[in-house]
């Protein structure tokens, strides 16, 4: 299975709403991603985590706020939004910390009104 | 800085036609520069990758070209087909050494019936 699963798949949420992005892979893969797109723009890296450990914050917002309860699950929890913050936000995983070879969700697609 | 260029932002060829992307680097340490192909709704998923030690490869329509002298490579898609249409990001990575993908920005190809 190289699936990496992302919940839910369509998101609105209000500048006050509390809400949380899912992400799961089954690949056994130690390393996972939070990316944010936007249109016509290529990925940029929020957040990665390495056996469960934060390794990588980008200067991301506190309004983000990443989760790795286990070796295949990946939250972002997110609060207080900015309409700016609309866009599509993928997960992806990689065996290793650091590897090319990235497998991505389908993404969720974000509206903060 | 490390930095990915890729041109062009936009392609349009017709059926049967030749695609070409071209991508230039500016850091040596990079050891690893994958293509990611993302249709629309869909995250971004490896095509192709290739090691500076290695001038060409092939995986069927798809060849990446690799220049190590001018820190260059490309992507040829032979005989463009319609469900070729999508975007293309090349990028690059140090694998497995904990550094990123450095991504460029992306280039949105349309393959005419």
């Known amino acids: 299975d190289t699936e990496v699963t992302q919940t839910p798949k369509h998101l609105v949420m209000g500048m006050t709403n509390k809400k949380s992005l899912k992400c799961e892979q089954h690949m056994g893969h130690r390393a996972m991603y939070w990316y944010k797109q936007k249109a016509k723009k290529p990925p940029e890296l929020m957040f990665v985590?390495?056996?469960?450990?934060?390794?990588i914050n980008e200067s991301v917002p506190s309004r983000f706020s990443p989760e790795c309860p286990n070796s295949s699950l990946l939250n972002l929890h997110l609060h207080a939004l900015q309409p700016e913050d609309s866009a599509l936000y993928l997960c992806?995983?990689?065996?290793?910390?650091?590897?090319?070879?990235?497998?991505f969700g389908p993404g969720t697609r974000l509206t903060v009104t | 800085q490390q930095q990915v260029k890729q041109s062009p932002q936009s392609l349009i060829v017709q059926k049967g036609g030749i695609s070409i992307i071209n991508c230039a680097y500016e850091n040596t340490a990079f050891d690893y520069f994958p293509w990611y192909q993302q249709f629309p709704g869909k995250g971004p998923a490896l095509l192709i990758a290739i090691r500076p030690d290695v001038s060409e490869k092939k995986e069927g329509r798809f060849t990446i070209s690799f220049n190590k002298s001018a820190k260059q490579f490309s992507l040829h898609i032979m005989d463009s087909q319609p469900g070729d249409s999508a975007t293309y990001f090349c990028a690059a990575s140090k694998h497995n050494a904990g550094n990123m993908l450095t991504f460029g920005g992306g280039t949105r190809l349309m393959v005419k019936p």
């Open positions: 985590y390495s056996y469960e450990k934060l390794s």
């Open positions: 992806a995983s990689s065996a290793l910390l650091g590897s090319y070879e990235q497998y």
